[in-house]
């Protein structure tokens, strides 16, 4: 994804950022074979010397699987959003959700501030232009760059990319920022994730009441250049609110596997919903529709 598309992404992950991602945190420890604590699944010995070399002296490391969490926080606060935010998301993620991991290690910079994240961007990716203040995934050099002081509800949505892009690779850009923009706010119980309405709502009311709404199967026709036009904002709020549809039916995994098992049939994913609510496109889009307009922020 571009870092223009991205930047778009997180710039509009604004007025409402968990700590933590939500009110009820799960705390029941991971297996040892998975656990999160200072364990690299990947070598990242020298990547780590590397950094170090690089970076100055007050950042630090923490090890945790399929990421190298790299921050200028105390060690404390980064092991803390290591292991509350990443750890607790990566264990609802892989329970009956997402299969295929990472095959590669994955670097997260949490910076403590706007000035070092910026800084930094810079100085180790050239990155200063259309930079987001909340921070970015960059796919091609495997890292994650956040100004987590802006909150970790942005470290969830780029964390749900930096898995799908594994599990589901075709996943198209509608559900993919679906899914990221719905975990920004979100929680975690019994091993499940959930999304909670956020700061996104408004703006899809809003549509729908002044008729500037399109309709679900325009949304899941998309290709990636509309999707991140100009007019994303709203996009990225019906896309949000429909996977939320889907999980306030209880059908949202079902329908994110079903989609990835038989993308090649339907790369839309229209068939898929109406398979799944026993309804054509048009009657899900007039439901869909009364549910929002029932939602309170
Ligand atoms: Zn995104």
Redesign the pocket.
Known sequence: ?KLKH?NI??GLSMSVIFLFCGTKQNNVPLKSSESSKDTCYFTCDSLQSALKETLSSDFCFVKSGYFLVVSNLSQSEAKGLSENSIGSALKCFYNDYFIAKPTELVTVFLFKDDTSYRFWADKLYGDKDDLSRFGY?KPSKKVMLMNIATGSGTLI??L??SLVRYDFPDIPSWF??GL??LYERCSFENNEIKGHVNWRLPALVEAIRKNQYSSIKTLMSTDDETFYSDESALNYSQARYFCMYLQDKGLLKKYYKTFRDNFSSDNTGISFAEELLSSNIVSIDTEYKSWVLTLKQ
Do not use: K, P
């Open positions: 994804m991205l992404a997180i995934y949505h780029e749900t990319h993919n920022e990221g923009s």
